[in-house]
T-cell receptor, first 110, second 117 residues
Framework: EDQVTQSPEALRLQEGESSSLNCSYTVSGLRGLFWYRQDPGKGPEFLFTLYSAGEEKEKERLKATLTKKESFLHITAPKPEDSATYLCAVQEDSNYQLIWGAGTKLIIKP | NAGVTQTPKFQVLKTGQSMTLQCAQDMNHEYMSWYRQDPGMGLRLIHYSVGAGITDQGEVPNGYNVSRSTTEDFPLRLLSAAPSQTSVYFC????????????????FGEGSRLTVL
C-alpha cells in the first residue's frame, strides 16, 4: 500500500538549534514530493517541490532534500516564527492525486 | 488577489441536516479539490475537478456531492450530516497539467470547521 510517514510527530527546539524533519514514502514510482507549512487555523502553504533523488531546494532557513525512499526538511538556526506544522505529500507517476503524511508539529522556543 | 475563498469558516449542524460549503478561486485554475483534515491523519481527498463540468471521486467521497458549473466555483454538499463528518474541510486549487506548473503545488483556502452533533 502506498503511504507517507512523517517523523517525529512533534519537535521542540530552542531558537537557533538546528534539526531535521523526516518524510519517508513507499510508492511504485515518484512523480514529485511536496513540502507544505501549516499555521494554526490556516490552510497549508506550499514550500517546495522535489522531483528526483539528489535534488535540493532552499528557502531562507529551510532546505529540502530527496533520496529514493525519503525526504528531509532541514531547518538551520530556527526562529520562533518557524513554528508550524510541516506537511509532506507524494504524487505517484501513475496517479494525479497526492498522498499526504500526518505532519510534524515544530515548536521553536525563544 | 483573494486566492481561494471558503465559506462559512465555522458551522454546527445536527445529525441529518444538509448544507453546502462554498469555495471560489480567482486564479483561473483548472484543478480544484476538497480535502478533510482530522487529528493525527494526513489530508484526505474527498472530490476533485479538472475543469468546468468534470468531477471525480477521491479517497473518501461517501456522504458528499460536488459540482463544477464554472471555473471559479466548486461547492461541496453534505447530503445528510453525520457525527463522523465532523472535521476541518479545505478547498484547494492548482494550475492544470501542461501549464508548466506541478499539480501538486496547491493553493489552499483557510478552511471550514464543521461540527455535527
Amino acid at each position: 500500500e502506498d503511504q507517507v510517514t512523517q517523523s517525529p510527530e512533534a519537535l521542540r527546539l530552542q531558537e537557533g538549534e538546528s534539526s531535521s524533519l523526516n518524510c519517508s514514502y513507499t510508492v511504485s514510482g515518484l512523480r514529485g514530493l511536496f513540502w507544505y507549512r501549516q499555521d494554526p487555523g490556516k490552510g497549508p502553504e506550499f514550500l517546495f517541490t522535489l522531483y528526483s533523488a539528489g535534488e535540493e531546494k532552499e528557502k531562507e532557513r529551510l532546505k529540502a532534500t530527496l533520496t529514493k525512499k525519503e525526504s528531509f526538511l532541514h531547518i538551520t538556526a530556527p526562529k520562533p516564527e518557524d513554528s508550524a506544522t510541516y506537511l509532506c505529500a507524494v504524487q505517484e507517476d501513475s496517479n494525479y492525486q497526492l498522498i499526504w503524511g500526518a505532519g510534524t508539529k515544530l515548536i521553536i522556543k525563544p | 488577489n483573494a486566492g481561494v475563498t471558503q465559506t462559512p469558516k465555522f458551522q454546527v449542524l445536527k445529525t441529518g441536516q444538509s448544507m453546502t460549503l462554498q469555495c471560489a478561486q480567482d486564479m483561473n485554475h483548472e484543478y480544484m479539490s476538497w480535502y478533510r483534515q482530522d487529528p493525527g491523519m494526513g489530508l484526505r481527498l474527498i472530490h476533485y475537478s479538472v475543469g468546468a463540468g468534470i468531477t471525480d471521486q477521491g479517497e473518501v467521497p461517501n456522504g458528499y456531492n460536488v459540482s463544477r458549473s464554472t471555473t471559479e466555483d466548486f461547492p461541496l454538499r453534505l447530503l445528510s450530516a453525520a457525527p463522523s463528518q465532523t472535521s476541518v474541510y479545505f478547498c484547494a486549487s492548482s494550475y492544470g497539467s501542461g501549464t508548466g506548473y506541478s499539480a501538486g503545488e496547491l493553493f489552499f483556502g483557510e478552511g471550514s470547521r464543521l461540527t455535527v452533533l
